[in-house]
């Protein structure tokens, strides 16, 4: 799985297309041109999703006290863990190891074996897989909102604006199946620069909406303690959920060395990587922090599950279309940025089963009118298409926003975000058993197994009770 550094340029998940035989000269010439900048774009891209419109919702269920302070501590657990990660993408030296770890699974490969990295794989494929859907579902909901601030604005505040999902969970999808043609990730730094402009725009929006709102009210609302609820359990499962729907916002990691092995060196990647990811984190959590208690400030106990959907803001109608719009914009590039992976993934083991298929290696310039000239793939447009439709067709199923998010979050965040970093970090320091390195980062690990297994009973129970109700 992995690659000695002189054959790196044929073989890369974010770099290639799958092999073919008209694509060899191509393949030999590829170069990493990725700074600093390029891949702060690509995990901002990655961070700012979907996930922080629920941040209003989760503080107010958190309360003033628990809900900054998670949002911190995740901020810097996120550090943390993408700084070990970092040095894992050249192997057995984090700077001058010359086998390359292209992605996620084959640094797991190289440090833990073939075994641990079978199980990073299924949590990896199940977490690009459940993005596509969170991300599906998000922008439908989106477009929905823009159908109903238009409504509201003409009909008035109290109009029976309601429109179903079905209809644009499926032209989001229609959509995807467009753009997973695009062959790699080299081949879409414009997607991730327009996505990220987006995120930028849309959580600027909210973040306004929100201070607005709070110099309107006159007053800061909201409880230390957070929303009130009937019972200690309820409390609990909100809170839990909440906790799910935060790691959900935070985690990147399953992307981080496909987006360091689109970097240039020297100087070293892991070097340039790690300055990438301190940067685009601290960003992210400023503005994460920003939009949660500036939400949770202007609506209190009553902040909605997606703050610039669930209409706690009304008007300007106009801007909250526009911040609409930028969600959806966005999230068809993030969609990308987490489904590029495991094409490639998929795409290459199919390609070595079949090395003498023309279904598979062969590809066709198509020119359309108006249309730049493109290749055409008839796995990439097979696979991918029904890959397209698979996360629709649960985005369909499960439409609910917080609940999915949640699982998600808590479901993936502590094998991949936390586990696996430090088993990594431990194999590549030869890190010996009870010395105070030994013990802190056990102790880190297990704190952070406890907040996965309450936030994923939580979101789990959630999902469960608003499927049934």
Not at 177 to 198: E, G, K, R, Y
Not at 315 to 323: G, I
Not at 419 to 431: G, S
Request: glycine content about 8%.
């Amino acid at each position: 799985m992995v690659e000695v550094e002189e054959q790196d340029e044929y073989s890369n998940p974010l770099l290639t297309d799958i092999p073919s035989s008209s694509s060899d000269s191509h393949h030999a010439s590829l170069k990493r041109t990725g700074t600093v900048w390029t891949a702060i774009a690509h995990i901002i891209t990655g961070v700012i999703g979907s996930g922080v419109l629920s941040l209003a919702w989760s503080v107010a269920q958190l309360g003033w006290i628990g809900g900054p302070l998670s949002m911190v501590v995740f901020g810097v657990i996120t550090i943390i863990s993408s700084n070990l990660l970092c040095d894992c993408y050249r192997y057995p030296d984090p700077e001058v190891g010359r086998i390359r770890n292209r992605s996620y699974a084959e640094a797991v490969s190289s440090y833990l074996g073939k075994k641990s990295s079978w199980v990073a794989g299924i949590f990896l494929q199940e977490s690009y897989f459940g993005y596509g859907i969170a991300y599906t579902i998000t922008s439908a909901i989106s477009m929905r909102a823009i159908l109903k601030s238009n409504c509201y604005h003409k009909e008035g505040h109290d109009a029976p604006c309601e429109y179903g999902d079905s209809l644009f969970i499926l032209l989001f999808g229609g959509v995807q199946v467009m753009f997973s043609q695009i062959p790699d990730f080299h081949n879409m730094q414009w997607l991730s620069i327009i996505a990220a402009v987006m995120s930028f725009a849309y959580t600027f929006i909210g973040l306004g909406l929100g201070f607005a709102n709070v110099l309107e009210n006159g007053e800061i609302r909201g409880d230390l303690s957070g929303v009130s609820t009937s019972t200690v359990a309820e409390k609990v499962w909100l809170s839990s959920q909440a906790i799910g729907d935060i790691a959900f916002a935070f985690t990147y990691n399953v992307i981080l060395l496909d987006i360091e092995d689109t970097l240039k060196a020297p100087p070293p990647e892991n070097k340039t990587m790690k300055k990438a990811s301190s940067i685009a984190i601290l960003i992210t959590s400023f503005f994460f922090l920003c939009c949660g208690c500036s939400g949770y400030a202007a609506f209190g106990n009553q902040a909605p599950g997606n703050m610039l959907t669930g209409f706690g803001f009304y008007e300007p109608y106009w801007l909250v279309d526009v911040a609409n719009a930028c969600i959806v914009l966005h999230l068809v590039g993030g969609y990308q940025i987490y489904s590029q992976p495991l094409f490639a993934v998929a795409e290459r083991q199919i390609a070595k089963k079949h090395p003498n298929s023309r279904f598979v290696n062969n590809e066709y310039i198509i020119k359309l009118p108006l249309l730049p000239q493109f290749k055409l793939n008839l796995l990439r447009l097979c696979f991918r298409t029904a890959y397209v439709a698979s996360t629709t067709g649960l985005a369909l199923l499960f439409p609910y926003f917080n609940q999915v998010l949640g699982v998600l979050g808590a479901l993936n965040f502590w094998p991949l975000a936390i586990y696996f970093p430090v088993e990594m970090y431990l194999a590549q320091n030869n890190v010996r058993a009870w010395t105070s390195t030994w013990i802190v980062l056990q102790a880190f690990r297990l704190f952070c197994l406890l907040c996965t297994i309450l936030a994923f009973i939580g979101s789990v129970q959630g999902l469960i009770s608003n499927k049934l109700s």
